[in-house]
């Protein structure tokens, strides 16, 4: 929209300068809590307890940071967040695949091989997308219970997977019924069956959903807690309840400058994950919604 | 042995009877076109042939095998779709050897195949590109060349070219005539263009409501329409229907067709073209059926030997396509339109006299649009 022709009247100037110094405000505010977040995990204690919230660090560390990765208690130990920031990944890195990879496979089932009860089997999928996670925690305990895969990383990667289902259904179905049929079409008449279809025609079009179900996934299972802290055991904790039982710790001063450090770490891969491809998300949202 | 033999197939989504009782046969070599407008079951007929979608009853032959429970890929046949549906990540060159890989043909063999069907199409220098960077008239080559690598028995187009262009549409047309006169493949053909129609098919099948209404060669469809409906559907500017009452005329017949603030028009139906059933029909309502070109100018000569019939009207609209003028003149109680050749001076208001060649006109029944004469 570079080429809207407006009126450069001085009242449309001030109109257009009043509505940038509304939005610079309110991005302002939005960012504050991560600014105070950064600058407060490199001062010393003694700053934070003497200075005010805003003031900038006059001898900044790197100490709380080290500190949160190695040193610090949560809970019974003394270690860090850093394992439990590697717990994370190996439960992150899993369950986003194989939640993609099959909401993927049920997208392209439910829109190129329509059967009956089809658009049933859909809803249904849908109705997961709005299932409370409290709801499902005692059923759920029993289950990887009978599967003997409780307080195991299996049992936490199984749990994810099956609540993003719904969720990357949801995105591949939408994706994939913008696609032709005839496409499909075209390619069984070529003598290509239900995956070679997938895997040569399909899939290699899928990049942007791809990235949408990856970074919402991501996301989604990175910053869980309440799945983490209901069905892990003190090994196979993610970062999230690690965070909270370093913050809960008390003993002796309360070190707001770790505690901060902590939460950077612990929010660092989804920002990284966002900056790097937020583009691609926005992309893939809206592709398929104006052609060309 | 027929190519393809289509056998009372019907097919029902639901209670709704989209096809019903459709037979058909072709012989190896033939270009028959299912022609209709939108909703008549043509491409339902197309995806039914092509195995896409189940039948609910019927069977489909193809070279004498019975494949109506067979895949797709087990049917041998190609398709050349609307979307033209070429994969979007492949080049050209894996698009078109795309099938022939599925199908396990050794490289060296597909390679030959793709370098000899982009020949045949002028498409060698795009086998590189992608879909996306090509232009239409090229992704329809494209799509043909896909299909015709594999030789496969049967050819099915699913309204190839209404994507294009006018123009281009008119070129690929004649191409695809070109191509089937030279490689002599059997092909089906689905498009509501029956200029399409006229111009490609060796056979014609007009479809309505999921019934054939008439299957024939374009001659016969066009010069013997079995009702109102086929008459109407082929040929434009389509075929004038105007209200008549059938009259006797010593012994023969005659047509009066009244119109508002003019004199009454008594048109002699011609004795050679006297049908058995007109007796019954005798002072009730009929519709008469006339072609643009059956009207000429009074001192053109007329095609056919009958000397023809001199009626005259005022004309109310001149159309000029170069090639040749459309008049519409009210007639009865419609305006109809006649073709006269393009040097008539005649202006919009003037009376002119023209012939009509009542030799091929035709003669419908009011109520049910069959044909009587």
């Known amino acids: 929209m570079a080429n809207v022709i407006?009126?450069?009247?001085?009242?449309?100037?001030?109109?257009?300068?009043?509505?940038?110094?509304?939005?610079?405000?309110?991005?302002?505010?939005?960012?504050?809590?991560l600014v105070v977040m950064l600058m407060t995990s490199v001062k010393p204690l003694s700053e934070i307890s003497a200075g005010s919230l805003l003031s900038f660090p006059q001898n900044p560390t790197f100490a709380p940071w080290t500190k949160a990765w190695g040193e610090a208690c949560t809970g019974m130990r003394c270690d860090g967040v850093g394992g439990y920031f590697w717990n994370s990944f190996a439960i992150v890195i899993p369950a986003v695949l194989i939640s993609t990879t099959i909401g993927a496979l049920n997208g392209y089932a439910l829109t190129k091989w329509r059967f009956k009860g089809s658009e049933l089997v859909f809803a249904l999928m849908l109705f997961g997308c709005f299932i409370p996670f409290q709801v499902v925690l005692l059923p759920m305990a029993q289950t990887l219970g009978w599967l003997g895969i409780s307080s195991s990383r299996a049992g936490l990667i199984l749990v994810h997977v099956v609540f993003g289902i719904a969720f990357t259904t949801l995105f591949f179905r939408n994706f994939y019924v913008g696609i032709p049929n005839e496409l499909v079409s075209a390619a069984k008449l070529d003598g290509a069956g239900f995956f070679r279809i997938f895997w040569r025609i399909l899939l290699p079009v899928s990049a942007p959903i791809i990235v949408v179900s990856v970074i919402w996934q991501f996301t989604q299972i990175w910053n869980d807690f309440l799945f983490g802290v209901a069905f892990s055991a003190h090994n196979t904790q993610p970062v999230t309840v690690a965070l909270n039982n370093l913050v809960n710790t008390s003993t002796g001063v309360r070190e707001y400058n770790v505690d901060m450090a902590a939460a950077m770490i612990a929010a660092l891969p989804t920002l990284v994950v966002y900056v790097l491809a937020g583009k691609y998300f926005v992309r893939g949202l809206t592709a398929g919604s104006v052609k060309g | 042995m027929a190519a393809l033999e289509i056998h009372n197939v019907r097919k029902e989504f639901g209670s709704e009877r989209v096809l019903k009782d459709v037979s058909i046969s072709i012989d190896s070599g033939e270009f028959l076109i299912l022609v209709g407008p939108s909703g008549c079951g043509k491409s339902t007929l197309m995806n039914a042939i092509a195995g896409l979608e189940p039948v609910t009853s019927g069977n489909i032959y193809i070279d004498g095998e019975d494949v109506t429970?067979?895949?797709?890929?087990?049917?041998?046949?190609?398709?050349?779709?609307q979307s033209y549906a070429l994969y979007p990540s492949m080049t050209v060159r894996q698009n078109i050897s795309f099938g022939l890989e599925m199908r396990k043909v050794p490289k060296a063999e597909r390679e030959a195949a793709v370098e000899r069907v982009a020949d045949l199409l002028q498409i060698t220098h795009l086998l590189e590109r992608k879909p996306a960077q090509l232009s239409g008239g090229q992704r329809q080559r494209v799509a043909m060349g896909r299909a015709l690598a594999r030789e496969p028995k049967v050819y099915l187009f699913d309204e190839p070219l209404s994507n294009l262009d006018a123009k281009l549409r008119v070129d690929m047309r004649t191409e695809i005539k070109k191509l089937h006169q030279r490689l002599g493949t059997t092909i089906v053909y689905v498009t509501h263009d029956q200029v399409e129609a006229m111009t490609l098919a060796d056979c014609i099948a007009v479809m309505r409501d999921g019934h054939i209404l008439q299957l024939g060669s374009p001659d016969e469809v066009y010069n013997n329409p079995v009702d109102m409906f086929v008459a109407g559907f082929m040929g434009s500017p389509s075929m004038n229907f105007i209200r008549a009452s059938l009259e006797d005329d010593n012994g023969g017949y005659q047509l009066r067709i009244v119109t508002?603030?003019?004199?009454?028009?008594?048109?002699?139906?011609?004795?050679?073209?006297?049908a058995a059933d007109m007796a019954e029909r005798l002072n009730q309502p009929v519709i008469l059926g006339l072609r643009p070109e059956h009207f000429s100018e009074e001192d053109e000569r007329l095609t056919s030997q009958a000397e023809g019939t001199l009626l005259s009207a005022s004309v109310a609209v001149v159309e000029p396509t170069g090639a040749d003028i459309l008049l519409r003149l009210p007639l009865g109680e419609q305006e109809v339109t006649a073709r006269v050749g393009p040097k008539c001076a005649v202006v919009a208001g003037e009376r002119l006299?023209?012939?009509?060649?009542?030799?091929r006109a035709i003669l419908f029944d009011a109520g049910t649009e069959q044909r009587i004469a």
């Open chain 1, 6 to 33: 407006r009126r450069q009247t001085p009242a449309a100037r001030l109109g257009r300068g009043l509505l940038y110094g509304v939005l610079i405000l309110a991005a302002l505010f939005y960012i504050l809590p």
């Open chain 2, 69 to 81: 429970w067979r895949t797709p890929a087990d049917r041998d046949i190609a398709m050349v779709f």
């Open chain 2, 260 to 274: 508002p603030g003019e004199d009454e028009l008594v048109l002699p139906w011609p004795e050679e073209r006297i």
């Open chain 2, 353 to 359: 006299s023209l012939r009509v060649d009542m030799g």
